[in-house]
């Protein structure tokens, strides 16, 4: 609420008068000495408060998703790559770039392989080690898609935590890169996953046959563990509507049909759930930045012009990208 200056020492004025008042009249508690006026008394505790807004909380993360791919297929959905940086690429060497369409069905097999080969089931807890790419993203998505809830495990953490969260989730499946399998000493006693030759294969017609899980909008999407930075490390289960009601109708940003958002967080932080769901159920296009690249190669691509709509910071990271800006 914007006031005028003459408007706001009226209000000073106004006040003080109230406590004067009361500060004359004996037996007076503060409860009862009354500075706001009603009608903005009103507007503090009932119109700023009247946050309420509708959300489809009936259906599952990747029920949206798939409903986004049907209707704009041909739309780009990922950038895994972006000129300029050391980024992975194709087989070709151009930056990737996945439609909607062509993400929905690399996530469909992936979720049909962990079904029928691993016996994924609804609710079941599945781990995932993978760089910043798009194949990560097709791994998150396949996991959901077959029922299950991921857990996002980063490549640099200590093997005595990924062995802990792996032991103490019960996660029976782990869902990695060819060129981690060796480096995961971890897997003892789970079935591994390869996500890497799912992206040099020819998408194929899935059909439309619907995958068999019943899972919902209560079901776990996924589980994000603590530091453990003040003892033992925790897992937190987040469900599929609590996903939906962070990144759809809501009144803190104008999602709008192809914006770019810049991903640079990693998946082990919350700040992600809504960086890629955010982006994937709203037809916005999800630009990953690859992990060695440094932070400040990405400050090109936020200025006016990128294309780049959203990018999320850190404080640490905001003070010293402000740096970094001033300096030149």
């Not at 798009?134 to 857990?151: C, D, R, S, T």
Request: proline share 4%; charged share 25%; net charge neutral.
């Amino acid at each position: 609420m914007k006031q005028n200056p003459v408007g706001l020492v009226q209000r000073f004025k106004s006040e003080i008068k109230i406590i004067t008042a009361a500060l004359s009249t004996k037996n007076v508690t503060l409860g009862d000495i009354e500075i706001i006026p009603g009608e903005e008394k009103k507007r503090l505790l009932l119109d700023f408060n009247n946050t309420a807004t509708d959300f489809p909380g009936d259906k599952t993360t990747y029920d949206f998703f798939e409903e986004q791919a049907s209707a704009v297929p041909h739309k780009i959905a990922l950038i895994g790559s972006i000129p300029g940086t050391s980024v992975r690429m194709e087989e070709t060497g151009e930056p990737v770039q996945i439609t909607y369409k062509e993400l929905n069905e690399r996530s469909y097999q992936l979720a049909c392989r962990i079904i029928k080969e691993k016996k994924v089931q609804t609710d079941t807890i599945v781990g995932i080690i993978a760089e910043r790419t798009v194949e990560m993203v097709v791994g998150l998505l396949g996991i959901l898609k077959a029922g299950g809830a991921y857990m996002p495990i980063d490549p640099d953490y200590p093997e005595n935590r990924i062995t802990f969260m792996l032991e103490d989730s019960n996660a029976p499946i782990l869902i990695t890169q060819t060129d981690q399998f060796d480096t995961v000493k971890a897997r003892r006693g789970r079935v591994m996953v390869s996500l890497s030759n799912l992206l040099v294969r020819q998408s194929r017609q899935t059909g439309k046959k619907e995958l068999e899980n019943t899972a919902g909008a209560d079901s776990p999407a996924y589980v994000i563990y603590t530091s453990g930075s003040t003892g033992r490390p925790k897992g937190v289960m987040v469900e599929h509507k609590n996903v939906v009601r962070l990144v759809m109708n809501t009144n803190y940003i104008d999602w709008r049909e192809g914006d770019k958002l810049l991903l640079t967080g990693a998946i082990t932080f919350d700040i992600t759930t809504f960086e890629i769901w955010g982006s994937l159920l709203n037809r916005s296009e999800l630009v990953l930045v690859d992990r060695n690249t440094d932070a400040f190669q990405s400050c090109p691509f936020v200025w006016p012009g990128s294309g780049i709509a959203y990018f999320c910071l850190s404080n640490n990271f905001s003070f010293n990208l402000t740096a970094y800006l001033t300096a030149f």
